[in-house]
């Protein structure tokens, strides 16, 4: 009798330790995580930004959606790479399912929506109907706002001086081939190398660039260094210039 209760109090000492992740296992999985979770961040705004629009609702929708559940199951995967809390884990598993069952109905409403016997669905509202539209028109309707005066400047008080220019960056800088210009939103898609100061990995991806100008020239093809760095929670291109 006493060795079946020994035995039952080692193994209910135990059981946690069998069981459950150690708190070393959970750090080492959650080393690489910051930077991780910091690409899943900035692919997924610039997924999103990037998906082409045609002007047409149904198609506009169904392609952004997916675009959203795309990245829905990247950040799920990231989650269950690196996350440690069985909870949340659950979660992304869900949350990953769901994305990928609706990802596959919206591509195959996409695929019948090229055939030509395809008829859209009797119940789109008349133009200019909806939500957005509404709310644009209630502003048109209301007065202007009357400008406000600039600020009155005590005599003998001198008035306060621009803003000093933006430090010139000391990251580090990185080689990289442009492979897409966007003026208009002022980006650049890069195929670069290791960027270190912010611990991103070698791949091709779009930045946005501080200084918008310094597109000016940049062409697909050009080789050129970069340094990059976290400027109010976004990757921003502080600097760039042809490789020599």
Do not use: C
């Not at 009797?122 to 200019?128: E, I, N, S, V």
């Not at 918008?212 to 210039?241: C, H, M, N, W, Y």
């Amino acid at each position: 009798m006493r060795r079946e209760v020994f035995a039952a109090a080692l193994l209910a000492f135990a059981a946690p330790a069998l069981f459950e992740p150690s708190r070393s296992a959970l750090a080492q999985a959650a080393r690489g995580a910051p930077a991780a979770f910091a690409r899943v961040r900035d692919v997924m705004v610039g997924r999103f930004r990037d998906e082409p629009l045609v002007g047409d609702p149904d198609r506009d929708f169904a392609a952004l959606l997916a675009a959203v559940d795309e990245e829905l199951v990247f950040l799920s995967k990231t989650q269950l790479e690196y996350g440690g809390d069985r909870h949340l884990r659950e979660v992304a598993q869900r949350v990953g399912d769901d994305a990928r069952r609706s990802i596959n109905d919206l591509r195959d409403w996409q695929v019948r929506s090229r055939e030509a016997s395809y008829r859209a669905q009797p119940d789109q509202p008349p133009p200019g109907s909806g939500p957005l539209d509404r709310q644009s028109a209630a502003d048109l309707t209301r007065p202007a706002a009357a400008p406000s005066a600039p600020p009155a400047v005590a005599a003998g008080v001198p008035a306060t001086p621009p803003a000093a220019a933006a430090p010139p960056s000391s990251a580090p800088l990185v080689a990289g081939t442009v492979k897409k210009v966007d003026a208009a939103s002022g980006k650049v898609t890069l195929d670069h190398a290791r960027i270190p100061n912010i611990d991103m990995d070698a791949m091709t991806m779009a930045y946005r660039l501080r200084d918008p100008a310094a597109l000016a020239g940049l062409k697909a093809g050009d080789r050129v260094r970069f340094s990059a760095e976290a400027v109010d929670g976004q990757t921003l291109i502080t600097r760039i210039q042809p490789a020599r």
